[in-house]
């Protein structure tokens, strides 16, 4: 068993997020593992872009309000201990909503040969506001 020390909090790259994020990395691989943990912190009306895993990714609310969205329109609202699974390959955002900050574990196996995370373009104000009236929020 190992304790990992607290990490410094991060500000995430602009190029990846829209609005004010950050970061505490909690856990990024041994050498015998692959899994990746942070907890990620939304400030109002901030958010990912687009992007997917290629082992899929969990998301595990631990305070705010949030919303994942999925391209074919899908949208759910997370709320502390919501979680919320998102398969390898589904292009997807979150973050907080237009009016409410949200922070969550980020959970995702690294392993594989490529880039665990693929990035893609910013969600527009236009499909942020069409998660918020298709999650009721």
Known sequence: MDKNPATATVKTPAASFTGDVWMNPVFNGDGTSRLVVGLVRFTPGARTNWHSHANGQLLVCTDGIGLVGTRDGK????????????PAGEEHFHGGT??????HYAILD???DGEATTWLE?????QYSIAHRTAGV
């Open 122 to 126: 910013p969600v527009t104000d236009e």
């Open 75 to 86: 949208t759910v609202v997370l709320r502390p201990g919501d979680s919320v699974w998102t």
């Open 110 to 112: 690294a392993s594989g």
């Open 98 to 103: 237009s009016e409410n900050m949200m922070c």
